[in-house]
């Protein structure tokens, strides 16, 4: 019962920090602790140190590539690529926006080149709501693949002291199961995109938006020429 009580109380800091965003979340988590250590007698645990540093390096590295130009060169590769195969985009679009992913090792690069999927897609009648979901799917998936992400440093810090068939967890033994897998999850969602809804040119609910009706001839008031 008083297991239950605490994690009510966590939990109610937590979503009202949210709620409110910014700093109001790390203020009424601090809170929520204050009230397990002094209320309930709970002993504070050591703060994760590793953790922590390793949260800072993958910070800085990922801003020195943005403030060195790096993440411009990779998305001008990037469009090249999907240009140069717009049928497949369906396809493509999904792995190149999970590469950029596991080489910069946050999902927000995803935003940049959304556009220019959607621009790709639409020029060749293809409905852009099926590379843009798998992109942003994909994007998120290669988190757990990318070897400067904070999800996958992080848990490999925290599985570190725990054994498995008597082998403590490596960084190199995470990846060699989280890309394939990711991979493979990846061209499963292209293929299932790649047939979700119709064609465009089939959609009669798209075509009677793009059609332009005729204009009438306008007349100016009291005359009876027509407007030039």
């Not at 994690?7 to 800091?13: A, E, K």
Request: net charge positive.
């Amino acid at each position: 019962m008083e297991f239950a009580i605490q994690l009510i109380i966590i939990l109610i800091c937590l979503f009202y920090g949210a709620r409110k965003g910014g700093i109001a979340l790390g203020l009424l988590g601090g809170i929520g602790l204050v009230i397990l250590v002094f209320v309930f007698h709970l002993k504070p645990g050591k703060p994760p140190v590793d953790v922590m540093l390793v949260i800072i390096a993958v910070v800085a590295a990922s801003a020195t590539l943005q403030a060195s130009g790096g993440l411009d060169v990779m998305l001008q590769i990037a469009e090249k690529l999907l240009r140069r195969n717009p049928k497949y985009v369906s396809i493509v679009a999904p792995f190149v926006t999970c590469t950029l992913t596991i080489l910069c090792g946050t999902g927000h690069v995803v935003y940049t080149i959304l556009p220019i999927i959607y621009d790709v897609a639409i020029k060749n009648n293809i409905r852009p709501e099926r590379p843009m979901a798998a992109s942003s799917i994909g994007a998120q998936m290669g988190i757990i693949a990318s070897p400067v992400s904070v999800a996958v440093v992080s848990l490999v810090a925290m599985l570190g002291n725990f054994t498995f068939n008597g082998k403590h967890l490596e960084f190199l033994d995470l990846l060699a199961i989280t890309i394939p897998s990711t991979l493979l999850g990846i061209l499963a969602i292209g293929i299932f995109s790649w047939f979700r809804g119709k064609d465009l040119d089939k959609d009669e609910t798209f075509q009677a938006f793009i059609a332009v009706p005729e204009k009438p001839s306008l007349r100016v008031r009291g005359h009876g020429h027509a407007a030039g």
